[in-house]
């Protein structure tokens, strides 16, 4: 979702595609959601696919 509003030309800051993200996450992932949400280490969407990375490890 967030590639396609790129492309059309939208603009997201950093803080906006990751809430985008944490909001588009299903239930199952509701105990992640909030850990990233209150995660300070977690600002850009980089930090957030590294997050991810390590959940699945």
């Known amino acids: 979702m967030i590639r396609e509003l790129k492309i059309s030309g939208h603009v997201f800051t950093d803080k906006q595609q990751v809430e985008v993200v944490i909001k ?28 991810f990375e390590l959940e699945v490890k």
Not at 32 to 50: I, Y
């Open 24 to 51: 588009s996450l299903p239930k199952s992932y509701e105990p992640m959601t909030v850990n990233m949400t209150h995660e300070k280490g977690v600002k850009t969407f980089d930090d957030m696919v590294c997050h």
